[in-house]
């Protein structure tokens, strides 16, 4: 089975940094991913780690232990329109299925 | 074309009506899968068709049939559902089943079962 944990909520000031976290018990695993979904539509992919360590990517960087099964996003120079859900998600070994943490809700204010 | 479309963006529907949700692609992704997401809940994986054959079924309940007509659409046919089967349904794609790859998600169709 899969159990992946996130924050329920997060707030945060725009310029700022952010780090959401999230941890994950899986069954197998063959990378973890991270999504943004604004209210109302459709998960956009920001990032992806299969190997341990960092993957940057503009304002949006991953990180992944294997052996702690832990991941982080994190959010550079904040902008008002990062205010939105981040869903961390598991490929399984079986390549098909995507499980997704509970997502975390991100405000951002002025 | 990076799209992944589905069709009707919103759908209210009676508990003895039968319709059916469209998506499709055209990027070539050979593994198309149905979620199924509540408010203020991640997406639940329901589906997956890997070469358009169903390869996994979540255990779902068959007054959810899915159907895959060749490697570009996916359907999602709905009968006799109950009003606690009103959710957002996502459809997925992915470049192959066997690859470290991200799946591309549509805008959804917003349903409402009444």
């Known amino acids: 089975g899969q159990n992946i944990d996130q924050p329920t909520e997060m707030t945060a000031t725009e310029g700022a940094i952010v780090q959401i976290n999230c941890t994950y018990q899986?069954?197998?695993?063959?990378?973890l991913f991270w999504y943004q979904q604004h209210a109302g539509e459709a998960p956009t992919f920001l990032s992806y780690n299969v190997l341990d360590g960092l993957e940057e990517k503009g304002r949006f960087s991953s990180f992944l232990s294997r052996s702690k099964g832990y991941s982080y996003l994190l959010l550079k120079e904040l902008q008002m329109k990062d205010s939105a859900s981040y869903l961390c998600a598991v490929r399984d070994f079986n390549f098909n299925k995507f499980y997704f943490g509970s997502g975390t809700k991100l405000n951002v204010k002025p | 074309d990076t799209e992944v479309t589905q069709t009707p963006k919103h759908l209210v529907m009676g508990m003895t009506n039968k319709k059916s949700l469209k998506c499709e692609q055209h990027?070539?992704?050979?593994?198309m899968y149905w979620y199924k997401q509540k408010a203020k809940k991640p997406p639940e994986l329901m589906f997956v068709y890997s070469y358009e054959k169903l390869s996994i079924n979540e255990s779902v309940p068959s007054r959810f049939s899915p159907e895959c007509p060749n490697s570009s659409l996916l359907n999602l046919h709905l009968h006799a559902l109950q009003p606690e089967d009103s959710a957002l349904y996502l459809c997925a794609s992915s470049p192959r089943t066997n690859t470290n790859t991200e799946a591309f998600f549509g805008q959804g169709t917003r349903l409402t079962v009444v």
């Open positions: 990027m070539g992704h050979r593994a």
């Open positions: 899986t069954s197998g695993f063959n990378g």
